[in-house]
Each structure stands twice: as structure tokens, then as C-alpha cells.
């Protein structure tokens, strides 16, 4: 239980920690599009990024796949502008039209979840209960992107309740700004 402790805590960090910022950046950009009364449909969507990740986690941990970590340093910024760019084409709110966010969110974790692979895999490399130990990691993921979540469709309805801001007007403001941060992240990560 020691080892879940110490790994959910990991995961935890992963998402919370002020060295996050691409994963909150991703985040923000797959949850602008939702209201605080789509809590259901947002947890589908984290719990749809978490299994990427994990995914793609286990099979590095494990060395069944292997990337160059300076190309994928570079894609996690490019799958953010991109999750950006296509909150911008959304016109309509409806549960169709905003589908393409769970293609997004597990294909997109699939990258995500080789950028933290290096790192945890020298740590579980003397670990005994490896299962376990990534079984924590991704809780603690989990419930810190739960928590990143919550927050985002907090002060978006804060927003567009106290300060009348309409949906649209939301969504591209945030969008942008998630667009704008993570392409400057992108260009300073080019890998040649």
C-alpha cells in the first residue's frame, strides 16, 4: 500500500505541480467547451485521456515501445493547439458536435503519456509491485485532472453567469489562449 501511497502522489503531481503546465493546458482546452452541468460528460473525456496515457505509460515501462523524447517534448504542445484550434469550429454545443473531444482526448493521451515514461520508468525499474505502482500513478492522474476539471468549469460559470459572458465568447477566449501558450511551447521544442 506504501508503494500506491508514493505513486498516487506521483500522478497527483503530475497533473497538479506548477511543472504541469502542458497537461492543465490540454486540459483546459478539452474542457472549455463543456458547462459545469456537464460534469458526466467531462469525467468520460478525463477518464478517456487517462486511459491514453496510461496506455501508452505501461507499454514504455515496460520498453515494448520506445520514442525520441525530444520529438514527443515537441507533439505534447501540438496536441494542445490542436485540441484548441478545433474547439474554435464548434458552433453548436450538442453532445454530436463536441464527440471528436473523446477521439482527442484518448489518442491525444496516447503522446502525453510517453512524456512522463522515461522518468517513472527508472523509478519502477526496482519497484516489485509494478502493477500497483502504475495503478496509483494513474488514480492519482485521475483524480488531479478531476480536480483541474472541476475548478475550469467553476470559474467558466463564474464567468459567463456573473459577467454575462456567452458560451461561444467563453470558449474562444480560452481556446485562444490555450492556442497561443502552447504554440510558443511547440516552436521552443522544435526538435532540429
Keep these: 500500500m506504501q508503494d500506491f501511497g508514493f505513486y498516487f502522489g506521483l500522478g497527483w503531481e503530475h497533473i497538479i505541480s506548477k511543472n504541469a503546465l502542458d ?18 460528460q467531462v469525467l468520460i473525456l478525463v477518464t478517456a485521456f487517462t486511459i491514453g496515457h496510461s496506455l501508452t505509460l505501461i507499454l514504455t515501462v515496460f520498453d ?9 517534448e515537441f507533439l505534447i504542445p501540438c496536441t494542445i493547439f490542436i485540441t484548441a484550434i478545433s474547439n474554435l469550429f464548434q458552433k453548436k454545443f450538442t453532445n454530436k458536435s463536441i ?24 523509478m519502477l525499474a526496482n519497484d516489485q509491485s509494478v502493477g500497483w505502482s502504475l495503478f496509483g500513478f494513474n488514480v ?32 474562444i477566449f480560452l481556446s485562444a489562449a490555450v492556442f497561443s501558450i502552447s504554440l510558443q511551447m511547440a516552436l521552443d521544442r522544435i526538435p532540429f
Aim: proline letters at 0%; charged letters at 15%.
Design 140 to 171: 492519482g492522474l485521475e483524480v488531479g485532472q478531476i480536480a483541474v476539471v472541476i475548478c475550469i468549469l467553476i470559474f467558466a460559470s463564474i464567468v459567463m453567469h456573473l459577467f454575462k459572458v456567452k458560451r461561444r465568447d467563453w470558449v
Design 64 to 72: 515494448i515501445i520506445r520514442f525520441n523524447s525530444h520529438w514527443v
Design 99 to 122: 464527440r471528436i473531444n473523446y477521439f482527442l482526448a484518448l489518442t491525444f493521451g496516447l503522446i502525453h503519456g510517453m512524456g512522463f515514461a522515461n522518468a517513472i520508468r527508472f
Design 23 to 40: 497537461h492543465q493546458l490540454f486540459i483546459a482546452a478539452l474542457a472549455a467547451i463543456y458547462l459545469l452541468k456537464d460534469w458526466k
